[in-house]
């Protein structure tokens, strides 16, 4: 059975940082893209951060380029996404997802077949 739990989010006052975790089991994490999608109330889910199989290649959103980064840690299972500098529009549930085995690397969420319960990050001015 695959999961991904994801972990690290809270409330911060904006300009603050949070480090987002998502830790996979049953798959083979070195085969898959792992990507970072967000849900804000109201809002359609979009797309935040991408990382492919084998870490060379990363694709971000316009509105976090220069403020979060993906990374992952395959001794770990688990990919991370750091936010800095965190505005109130970045409140949201942050979810984690996976794609592949390889496969083309894509943001769309329709090619990601599995999906983390989320984590609620909340930003306070």
């Known amino acids: 059975q695959v999961q991904l739990v994801e972990s690290g989010g809270g409330l911060v006052q904006a300009g603050h940082s949070l480090r987002l975790s998502c830790t996979t089991s049953g798959l083979i994490f070195k085969k898959y893209h792992m990507a970072w999608f967000r849900q804000a109330p109201g809002k359609e889910r979009e797309f935040v951060a991408a990382?492919?199989?084998?870490?060379?290649?990363?694709s971000f959103a316009d509105f976090v380029k220069g403020r979060y980064t993906i990374s992952r840690d395959s001794t770990k299972n688990t990919t991370y996404l750091q936010t800095n500098d965190l505005k109130r529009e970045d409140t949201a549930v942050y979810y984690c997802?996976?794609?592949?085995?390889?496969?083309?690397?894509?943001?769309?969420?329709?090619?990601?077949?599995?999906w983390g319960q989320g984590t609620q990050v909340t930003v306070s001015s």
């Open positions: 997802a996976a794609s592949g085995p390889f496969g083309l690397f894509e943001t769309s969420a329709s090619r990601y077949h599995y």
């Open positions: 990382i492919s199989w084998d870490g060379i290649r990363t």
